[in-house]
């Protein structure tokens, strides 16, 4: 007899292994993978919550100002009666304005004024420049895969153990230097911190996080196995539990049709015909704002475990995502042009953690007569089709596969790099397959 997959009790076997090793380990260092949506930001309240109750004063690391202010606020709405500390540059607006409502959070640019709190959380930059004050026993590094290990190192004498949450399916961390001369070896300052914590700490314990909340169970298994195969995890829902419906019937065109395919298997690739164009293709960017018009006018709505009752897909609950910003502004001003506003429009760097109702894509190889590094990225093809709870339409002109058949991989072999996911020939190969079930050919 097979046994029945229970989200919900394998999530929480895993979280409770992870909150175990955490309090009660020996480990300097615990490392938790995350897919996306499976609650990283939950695990990392929660650990720093216990930690806090179980009277381990400890700082928490992340990478930007927003997931800063973002933890900040879910600790004090989980517990208002904690004190925590939010470190802050000497910035003119340095921290979101929403923090001075917190009765429970002091806020101060020096990290001695913040001494004795419970919890003190900063990006890594800030923590680079704290000196002269007693490390903390505790640490929580969030998104530690979009960490460099340079900056790891720089804070590493601030804690004493820490637990490092991440997605390896994300984009590398950012360097504007090149860094050939140091790949493969284990004190590359441009690999993530994830990476050179285990290249000198194999035996550090590891743990995943097994189930995503956020991807339907459409979207799960392709995910899973073009960017996760290390990792694999399951989706939180089953078919059925979802469901994306339209007030308007179709109006016959091949915006409406791929809309139809998406609502109903959760994908949809609007192909046009197969040209070299310049990266803010006029034909493609057009294609994408119909789409999410033709979207918002014909009254899409979801239902879902959240909510059995149909939810108006808004605006809000929509997003558009582009390999280059030039791309993701020739899309805003073509939305405009069609009277559409609140939508996020933006390049994959920046919809990295945010979850929508529905994805409109542009394929960052559609047109292009090279397939360079930067658009065979794994993780940012990866973030860009992992960002929905119904369904991702995909906009992409025909000759991909071709054109990867043509580039094939040519990145070196790394010795003693631990490979966490596949390269991007392969991940966009595997993608498109799947998306050409889902296929409806248009010319404009």
């Known amino acids: 007899m097979t046994a029945v997959f229970d989200p919900g009790a394998q999530a929480a076997r895993a979280t409770d292994a992870i909150l175990a090793d955490t309090l009660g380990g020996t480990s300097r260092g615990i490392v938790v993978d995350s897919p996306p949506g499976a609650g990283k930001s939950t695990l990392v309240v929660r650990a720093a919550l216990e930690l806090a109750s179980a009277g381990h004063p400890l700082m928490v690391v992340a990478q930007t100002n927003a997931q800063v202010d973002d933890l900040v606020v879910r600790l004090a709405e989980k517990d208002p009666g904690l004190p925590v500390g939010r470190l802050h540059s000497n910035d003119t607006d340095p921290y979101d304005k929403v923090l001075d409502g917190l009765a429970n959070v002091r806020k101060s640019a020096k990290a001695g004024d913040l001494a004795g709190l419970d919890v003190v959380i900063s990006t890594a930059a800030k923590w680079a420049h704290v000196k002269n004050v007693e490390p903390w026993g505790h640490a929580i590094v969030d998104e530690a895969y979009q960490m460099r290990s340079d900056a790891l190192l720089a804070v590493a004498g601030l804690f004493e153990r820490a637990l490092f949450v991440g997605d390896p399916g994300q984009l590398d961390p950012f360097s504007i230097v090149g860094a050939d001369q140091w790949a493969g070896l284990s004190y590359d300052p441009s690999a993530s911190a994830v990476s050179t914590l285990l290249a000198h700490n194999p035996r550090l314990p590891q743990h995943r996080l097994p189930v995503s909340w956020r991807l339907p169970a459409s979207a799960a298994p392709l995910v899973s196995d073009a960017f996760y195969p290390y990792t694999p995890f399951r989706s939180g829902t089953d078919h059925g539990d979802r469901r994306l419906s339209f007030g308007v019937a179709s109006d016959g065109s091949a915006p409406d049709r791929v809309l139809d395919e998406a609502a109903e298997s959760g994908w949809g690739l609007l192909e046009l015909p197969a040209r070299h164009t310049p990266r803010t293709d006029p034909e493609a960017v057009r294609a994408v704002a119909l789409v999410v018009r033709r979207l918002l006018d014909r009254g899409g709505a979801a239902t879902s475990e959240r909510s059995p009752d149909p939810v108006p897909v808004t605006a809000d609950r929509v997003a558009v995502g582009t390999a280059h910003r030039d791309q993701a502004a020739a899309v805003r001003a073509a939305l405009a ?98 998306l050409t079930e889902h296929r409806v050919t248009w010319r404009p």
Do not use: M, Y
Not at 414 to 431: M, Y
């Open 337 to 434: 042009e069609l009277g559409v506003t609140g939508v996020a429009v933006d390049t994959a760097n920046r919809l990295q953690g945010r979850e929508f109702d529905v994805t409109v894509v542009l394929h960052p190889l559609s047109g292009r007569p090279d397939a360079t590094a930067f658009h065979l990225e794994t993780g940012r093809l990866c973030v860009l089709a992992s960002r929905h709870r119904h369904a991702c339409i995909v906009v992409c002109r025909a000759g991909v596969t071709e054109l990867l058949d043509e580039h094939p991989s040519t990145e070196p072999v790394q010795l003693g790099v631990t490979v966490k996911f596949p390269d991007g020939w392969e991940a966009n190969h595997s993608v498109l397959a799947h």
